[in-house]
């Protein structure tokens, strides 16, 4: 649902992109986001998160919420969508690197082999759909947005140890709202001349690819790596060429077909099965130094296909 939702965001920001400027449209989102988020946290009857993490929601809103989006906005204007979407592809790199580094993930062989086949698709992707218009300026933006987005990523993962997804959603969403405050006279004009169905398509990227969106990848991501969470944001791509051909027409070339399945093969890899071994090896070794000192279960016999898990009636025996 996650990768679906953010991939018809490229095609609602490309309908509404001509009517609103890009911090403006940051802003509509945003707020439209907040609302939606806000009214389930208190159908949910959840109250604010624990103070120790709130330093990671304050991050990834202002990095992500914010600064992503109105840096990606802005270097789309500079850029043609194939160059920007090379260019910010380079996120989920940063991200399983700096999940290493900071998180302790670790850096699994076969997630970096599979991130690389990956990115290699999304290139192929943005190759075929390039137009060659790019300006210095607007590469950089995008490269901004990319290591934004990556880093935010890995502040929201420690926020989620202590708050729900929906929290972290819907205060790290407020929070790149107020760090886009200063558009605000933008979005207010901008709303006065814009067509109904342009102010609907902001409203919808609030509700669907922001709200709903968000809060099922923190879900995710507090179950996962920031590693392996940011190598299936490769599937964007993919969808984002089929969800052209369905609702703009736009057929797909053999190079980008090409491309997506490079995307989809990258994927499969970093989420095979020596890639869960890295991951438990990078998330485990909090988990193993907390099991330290526990008696060792009585290993299964010889042939059996899951070890013993301290605790359960398998360990016991």
């Known amino acids: 649902m996650t990768v ?81 979407a090379m260019v910010v592809n380079v996120g989920p790199i940063v991200m399983a690197l700096l999940g290493g580094w900071l998180l302790g993930e670790g850096f699994p062989p076969r997630l970096f082999a599979g991130l690389a086949v990956a990115a290699a698709g999304a290139t192929v992707v943005g190759l075929a759909s390039s137009d060659g218009r790019a300006s210095a300026g607007g590469v950089l933006l995008c490269l901004v947005a990319a290591v934004a987005y990556a880093a935010g990523v890995v502040a ?82 993919v969808v984002v060429v089929l969800l052209s051909w369905l609702f703009l027409a736009e057929v797909p070339r053999p190079l980008a077909v090409l491309g997506g399945l490079l995307c989809l093969a990258g994927v499969a890899v970093s989420r095979g099965r020596a890639g869960r071994a890295g991951r438990a090896g990078g998330v485990g070794r909090a988990g193993r130094a907390g099991r330290a000192g526990r008696v060792a279960p009585v290993p299964e016999p010889a042939g059996s296909a899951e070890p013993a898990v301290p605790g359960t009636p398998e360990a016991a025996r």
């Open 4 to 84: 679906v939702l953010w991939a018809s965001a490229f095609v609602a920001i490309r309908a509404a992109a001509p009517h609103f400027s890009p911090g403006a449209l940051a802003l509509g989102r945003l707020l439209a986001g907040a609302v939606t988020l806000l009214a389930f946290l208190l159908l949910r009857r959840q109250g604010l998160p624990p103070r120790a993490a709130w330093p990671g929601i304050a991050l990834s809103g202002v990095l992500w919420f914010g600064l992503y989006m109105v840096a990606l906005n802005w270097g789309e204007r500079w850029v043609d969508a194939g160059t920007a």
């Open 156 to 237: 929201q993962k420690p926020a989620l140890r202590h708050a729900s997804a929906l929290q972290v959603t819907t205060f790290g969403c407020l929070i790149g709202a107020l760090a886009c405050l200063p558009f605000a006279g933008q979005l207010a004009s901008e709303l006065t001349v814009a067509p109904l169905p342009m102010i609907l398509w902001v409203a919808y990227l609030g509700v669907f690819p922001t709200a709903l969106a968000f809060t099922t990848w923190a879900y995710a991501l507090a179950r996962s790596t920031a590693g392996r969470m940011g190598a299936t944001t490769y599937v964007v791509p």
